[in-house]
């Protein structure tokens, strides 16, 4: 049963987020084992982790937008709990790749 209390853009950008939290988690992994990468997001901006939100926000502002055009902008048809497990989830293992990345390397 689908529930149609949320909005296109509710559910539009709480999917966005679940899926920045993973691609956040995914860039702090490349750029700690890409030097390169790292050195070309400090020089980017003033610091990498400033670069690193940057490209959060426009994901998050870009991918949210895209995902409430669908269904002929109508956005998204899943259901409160869904969208709720799936951010929520999203946001847990993009926690557990980076710390568990920290943890084996140190």
């Not at 669908?70 to 847990?92: E, Q």
Request: proline share 2%; aromatic share 10%.
């Amino acid at each position: 049963m689908n529930d149609n209390s949320l909005g296109k853009y509710t559910v539009s950008y709480g999917l966005s987020l679940a899926i920045t939290s993973l691609l956040s988690a995914l860039l702090v992994v490349l750029k700690e084992l890409n030097e390169p990468v790292l050195n070309w997001m400090k020089h980017v901006t003033v610091h990498h982790w400033v670069t690193h939100g940057i490209f959060n926000l426009i994901v998050f502002v870009v991918l949210g937008w895209a995902l409430a055009q669908l269904n002929g902008g109508a956005g998204p048809k899943i259901t409160t709990k869904s969208l709720i497990t799936g951010f929520v989830g999203c946001v847990v293992i993009g926690g557990l790749i980076i710390a568990g990345f920290y943890l084996i390397e140190g």
